[in-house]
């Protein structure tokens, strides 16, 4: 069982380029979320989607756009890069159940905009 | 809207010192989780605490929940190079049926020879 999958591990990408980062969970788990890291700033929430074919605004969601066609993947697309989201982005997906809210995390893509 | 926030930011230890960080939320949580991220990595979970009051131990890591479900600790006895990351909590946010969850800003843990 691989989990959460994500891709690409890092990128190097100009300003202005379009980029979509991928993930893929085999768990069968509902809810999806993508977080963004910065040093000193944690983990912060930029989509979410609580079911396939549902998606929600994290707490900053400008510049980012996510889609879910089916229970399994959940992209993160970048329309058009600019240096301030250079970060490492996190891809996790939630268990269900009563009381249930434990996430796990893909391995991370390192995001270096130029 | 939901602010966690951890002290302290930043803890160096002597190897075999005792750890601990705090929690706080701004508001009353249905549960708390803890997560660790070991340099480079990604968060793993590590524990939910629901009950007030609530005390659990895994090894070596104490987690407590407080009374008023507004705070939480993590203290980890005798420390090893081994328990050198990041730890975060995180509540479930208020809205949104409880399926989105606030970290707290988290402590990096630094454990020296």
Redesign the interface.
Known sequence: IAGITQAPTSQILAAGRRMTLRCTQDMRHN?M?W?RQDL????R?IH?S?TAGTT?K?EVPDGYSVSRANTDDFPLTLASAVPSQTSVY?C?S?ETGW?Q????????TRLLVL | GQQVMQIPQYQHVQEGEDFTTYCNSSTTLSNIQWYKQRPGGHPVFLIQLVKSGEVKKQKRLTFQFGEAKKNSSLHITATQTTDVGTYFCAGPELTGGGNKLTFGTGTQLKVEL
């Open positions: 809810a979320y977080y000193g700033l944690g983990l929430l979410y609580n929600g994290g996190f996790a939630r009381y809210e434990t996430q796990y995390f893909g391995p991370g």
